[in-house]
């Protein structure tokens, strides 16, 4: 406690916030998400590069899922992990592209 040499008021300021979350590892995490080809299954497969990436689930060029072509958001968000210092990622590829409606 702090030594006051002259009689008067003081304040004192007191956090009552709770402390900041502490810093994770982000080096593995987990995408699910459609791909060119690979394994469909229940267990999520681990790659530890993009180039096995590739191998195993197909390039970040463009998807055609049925009458459409999209934008293979599952490759091109697997290429950022690895080009940001990622070391595993959990990929679970979805195949079944039919409309929300047919799973009522």
């Given at each position: 406690?702090?030594?006051?040499?002259?009689?008067?008021?003081?304040?004192?300021?007191?956090?009552f916030r709770s402390k900041s979350?502490?810093?994770?590892?982000?080096?593995?995490?987990?995408?699910?998400?459609?791909?060119?080809?690979?394994?469909?299954?229940?267990?999520?497969?681990?790659?530890?590069?993009?180039?096995?990436?590739?191998?195993?689930?197909?390039?970040?060029?463009?998807?055609?899922?049925?009458?459409?072509?999209?934008?293979?958001?599952?490759?091109?968000?697997?290429?950022?992990?690895?080009?940001?210092?990622?070391?595993?990622?959990?990929?679970?590829?979805?195949?079944?592209?039919?409309?929300?409606?047919?799973?009522?």
């Amino acid at each position: 406690m702090p030594e006051y040499l002259a009689p008067g008021v003081y304040v004192e300021e007191v956090s009552f916030r709770s402390k900041s979350i502490e810093g994770v590892g982000t080096s593995v995490a987990g995408i699910v998400g459609p791909t060119r080809f690979g394994p469909v299954r229940g267990k999520p497969e681990v790659v530890t590069s993009f180039a096995e990436f590739t191998r195993l689930y197909g390039d970040v060029g463009d998807l055609t899922l049925g009458p459409d072509t999209v934008l293979n958001h599952t490759a091109m968000a697997a290429k950022a992990f690895f080009d940001g210092g990622g070391k595993q990622l959990f990929v679970s590829r979805i195949a079944n592209f039919g409309g929300a409606e047919d799973g009522l």
